[in-house]
């Protein structure tokens, strides 16, 4: 079975073995004093561990073979074993002897503490049940124990009894733990209380200021090449952009005749003989009823003497169908010539045919472009205005879409096969364009410095960028025209370093006073921090000031 092995240090006091003892995770505990066992030659210490450990539900062995610990295990009724591989078992104690039915101890037979070296290694082991050390069990539980007096050896007189002196030896280590946290302490306490004096305080002076609105609306020039300039009204803009390859499917609604054209040969004879040779053109038609031939190629036609006779010009052509269709398919017959002063013999005529093929039609290329631009462009936008980033003010009304030359598959007039669907691709360029918020302070200031020359009495509150906006946005040659609209708060000049020598070391009261009396001030308001700070600090740089406008007109 398992087991817990606890070795006892000579430090070790009857408390601290206990608790190592309660804090055993298996129940049997082997208990290895040391060699100077110390606490254990107590019977009362082995006593209070034999009562822990059960009611710790724990069975105690003690490993030892010192015959002065083995007698005090036994009369604890502790079990014992000379090593960990030994069979524990409690000692014999030989029986006293009964004197007017009360318990003898001697100190000779019973080795305790000191009395242990008088004792013989092989002297038979005595079980004591004195009721005075039941008691002396009861009282002391709670207490750690102490070396107590011994009983006297035979023929010794009893000693005299010991008295508590009242006298307590200080722990110096708890005395040194509590001096180094009284100091400790003491330099914390030291170093808030210069913080707290000197370094923590902080005040913000909140002015209320009388303000009118002051506009601007001009029309400016914004382009990526050209820099900030009031007198010139641009404003540099920087643009991003970014290109995707899109396409969108469509049905192909054109269709024509894709069958072959009939063809065969003409033979032509000259109707008046003459000298002069007679051309006959290629493209000369040649008509049966509705259907038409026209001749691939040229005759000429001359009259030569032979020996049949005259023969007055003749010459044969190939000749193809006008139209596509079965219906040129013709037997062999006269045909009437487009030209005079001939006639024409056609052969039979053949290879005529119709095969209606669905195409791609222009019209279907211009739906198909319309639909490539209407598609939704909300994610474009933003990814653009995010790569614009947070320090520039994109203007929605540059956002543009530049289209290159669509590319239908199949392409126009071609034979759109069975089961598929044509196809228009196309890259797009997407583009948007802003200014840089640092742009539009630079702009705004100049404009409204130049609004307030000669009124030293002025300045400008809030010049209005945060709410800027710009309409009539067109295209131009170098970027694009805009009036640029924008409303500034225009108040009484109150510079920050005057309310702060104002404020210096002064209090709430103090300060709101004196700072009333500045012309166009409306209102106020102190705030100190920490709680415990009274008076603005002395130093300018821990006086905040904030201003406030009215919106007053």
């Known amino acids: 079975m398992n087991k817990d092995i606890i070795y006892i240090d000579v430090e070790d006091d009857i408390t601290a073995i206990i608790g190592k003892v309660k804090d055993a995770k298996q129940k049997i505990v082997a208990l290895v004093p040391p060699k100077r066992i110390g606490v254990l030659?107590?019977?009362?210490?082995?006593?209070?561990?034999?009562?822990?450990?059960?009611?710790?539900?724990?069975?105690?062995?003690?490993?030892?073979?010192?015959?002065?610990?083995?007698?005090?295990?036994?009369?604890?009724?502790?079990?014992?074993?000379?090593?960990?591989?030994?069979?524990?078992?409690?000692?014999?104690?030989?029986?006293?002897?009964?004197?007017?039915?009360?318990?003898?101890i001697d100190g000779a037979q019973l080795p305790v503490g000191e009395f242990a070296k008088s004792a013989a290694a092989t002297a038979p082991l005595v079980t004591v049940n004195n009721p005075a050390i039941d008691s002396a069990i009861n009282d002391n539980a709670a207490e750690d124990t102490a070396n107590r007096a011994l009983p006297p050896a035979p023929g010794q007189a009893p000693g005299k009894a010991l008295t508590k002196s009242g006298i307590k030896v200080p722990n110096f280590g708890d005395f040194r733990k509590k001096l180094v946290l009284i100091v400790a302490g003491g330099v914390l306490l030291l170093g808030f209380l210069i913080w707290a004096i000197f370094f923590a305080p902080r005040a913000t002076v909140e002015i209320t200021a009388r303000t009118s609105d002051s506009s601007v609306n001009n029309k400016v020039t914004l382009a990526n090449d050209v820099a900030t300039n009031l007198a010139a009204n641009t404003i540099k803009s920087t643009t991003q952009q970014t290109?995707?390859?899109?396409?969108?499917?469509?049905?192909?609604?054109?269709?024509?005749?894709?069958?072959?054209?009939?063809?065969?040969?003409?033979?032509?004879?000259?109707?008046?003989?003459?000298?002069?040779?007679?051309?006959?053109?290629?493209?000369?038609?040649?008509?049966?009823g509705p259907r038409t031939f026209i001749s691939t190629e040229a005759a000429v036609l001359v009259t030569k003497l032979t020996a049949d006779g005259l023969d007055p010009g003749s010459g044969t052509v190939n000749v193809q169908a006008a139209e596509l269709g079965d219906e040129f398919n013709l037997s062999a017959r006269a045909y009437q010539p487009g030209v005079t002063g001939v006639n024409a013999q056609g052969s039979d005529m053949s290879g005529g045919s119709h095969r209606l093929i669905k195409i791609v039609s222009p019209e279907d290329i211009q739906k198909a472009t319309e639909q490539l631009k209407q598609q939704d462009t909300a994610a474009i936008k933003k990814q653009l205005n995010s790569q614009l980033g947070d320090d520039v003010i994109a203007i929605d009304q540059t956002f543009k879409v530049d289209q290159a030359s669509p590319v239908s598959s199949p392409a126009v007039d071609q034979e759109v096969a069975a089961g598929v669907k044509p196809k228009l691709s196309s890259e797009i360029t997407y583009s948007i364009s802003g200014v840089e918020k640092s742009t539009l302070n630079d702009y705004l200031d100049a404009h409204f410095t130049k609004q307030l020359e000669g009124l030293n009495d002025q300045r400008t509150y809030n010049n209005g960028a945060d709410k800027v906006t710009f309409t009539n946005v067109n295209a131009g040659e170098r970027g694009f025209t805009a009036n640029i609209v924008a409303?500034?708060?225009?108040?009484?000049?109150?510079?920050?370093?005057?309310?702060?020598?104002?404020?210096?070391?002064?209090?709430?009261?103090?300060?709101?006073?004196?700072?009333?009396?500045?012309?166009?001030?409306?209102?106020?308001?102190?705030?100190?921090?920490p709680f415990w700070v009274s008076a603005a600090p002395n130093d300018a740089k821990r006086i905040a000031v904030e201003f406030k406008l009215n919106e007053s007109k």
């Not at 009724?77 to 009964?98: H, M």
């Open 41 to 104: 030659q107590s019977a009362v210490n082995l006593r209070l561990l034999a009562r822990a450990a059960s009611q710790a539900d724990k069975h105690l062995v003690i490993i030892s073979s010192n015959p002065a610990l083995v007698a005090l295990a036994a009369a604890a009724k502790l079990p014992v074993a000379k090593n960990l591989q030994s069979k524990p078992e409690v000692a014999q104690i030989a029986a006293l002897d009964i004197d007017d039915g009360e318990d003898v």
């Open 243 to 288: 290109k995707k390859a899109e396409s969108v499917e469509f049905e192909a609604t054109g269709s024509r005749d894709a069958g072959n054209k009939a063809s065969g040969t003409m033979k032509l004879t000259r109707t008046n003989p003459s000298g002069t040779p007679l051309t006959v053109p290629a493209g000369t038609t040649f008509t049966s």
């Open 487 to 529: 409303t500034a708060k225009i108040g009484p000049k109150i510079e920050d370093s005057v309310i702060k020598d104002r404020s210096k070391g002064k209090r709430y009261g103090e300060i709101q006073q004196s700072i009333e009396a500045i012309q166009g001030v409306d209102n106020v308001d102190v705030k100190f921090w």
